[in-house]
């Protein structure tokens, strides 16, 4: 038996581990707002340390409160949201998760028809392969990929910031193109979230993008609370209009276009009501958003 901990995985990574947990803790209850059953399972497995350990009381060091859990589980809820909603738009579009790390996305949105790529750090993706197989072999007992599916669901072990996982995607360049990036930009640099954004524009001109970030006042409270687990928050905006800005040079006019956001508070659901009174100070904090954009137009 081997054991996930600091040089099995990087910091930044090991975060991956703290939202499977909440995802499978919120499965569990009666009031579920997601389900995810993979979760549920790789969570028992990583328990009991079959083939591989993980000591999920390390999350308590976290000192989450209710709020913080809600804010994930809401954020996965509304990245499924979005790719299905693009999925119903477009149904034989490419989906890159960038950071993917133990999520089932997937699983819990493939309309048949759509190319998946799962897109995280080697370590990851290592990790991924010993607890569900390889993408052409993900077996359990919550969900199978297999046939059809397997052969359109792909693994990709690079970092985004890095061009070799370009050449896998470059057979589907006329296809419509959504990136998919939860809980990743804000551990960017500036200068690595600015590159990324004007490189998967000019490499996917029509392309969407959906990512979360926190606002710059938001990244010393994360810095503070997650301190213990050693990774840190570097990048954070205060408006979808910083990223606008970065399209302008643009000698096209193929900008970069944000088509919404959203806040968690934006949600009726009543687990949210003794919160309500977080609106006024959220509204002017600003301090998780998703932003969806437009990068550049499509040719033709």
């Known amino acids: 038996m081997s054991e996930i901990n600091s040089q099995t995985l990087s910091s930044v990574s090991e975060t991956l581990l703290v939202t499977l947990y909440l995802r499978a803790m ?66 034989d579009a490419v989906v890159v998760h960038i950071g993917c790390g133990l999520d089932s996305r997937f699983e819990r949105v493939d309309n048949g028809q759509v190319e998946w790529y799962d897109l995280d750090l080697p370590d990851v993706i290592e990790l991924r392969r010993k607890l569900t197989g390889s993408a052409r072999q993900i077996t359990g007992s919550a969900r199978q990929i297999t046939g059809d599916e397997a052969e359109r669901y792909h693994l990709l072990g690079c970092s985004v910031l890095e061009d070799a996982w370009l050449e896998a995607l470059s057979v589907h360049r006329k296809r419509p193109f959504l990136f998919l990036a939860e809980g990743v930009f804000m551990y960017l640099e500036e200068i690595q979230a600015k590159s990324l954004v004007l490189l998967l524009r000019n490499q996917f001109p029509g392309a969407e993008l959906v990512f979360d970030a926190y606002s710059p006042i938001h990244n010393l409270v994360s810095n503070l609370q997650t301190s213990i687990f050693g990774f840190h928050a570097h990048w954070g905006i205060w408006h979808g209009q910083e990223v606008e800005a970065w399209g302008n040079a643009s000698t096209t006019g193929a900008g970069i276009r944000l088509l919404d956001e959203w806040c968690y508070l934006d949600e009726p659901d009543p687990r949210l009501s003794h919160l309500s009174w977080l609106r006024p100070i959220e509204s002017i904090f600003r301090t998780h958003r998703i932003y969806h954009f437009q990068l550049g137009k499509t040719g033709g």
């Open 26 to 91: 919120e499965t569990q209850r009666p009031d579920a707002l997601i389900k995810d059953e993979k979760a549920v399972e790789l969570v028992t497995r990583l328990s009991s340390g079959s083939p591989i350990r993980y000591d999920f009381e390390r999350i308590k060091l976290l000192h989450l409160n209710e709020a913080n859990k809600m804010v994930i589980i809401l954020r996965s809820r509304e990245f499924d949201r979005y790719a299905a909603n693009f999925l119903a738009r477009h149904s």
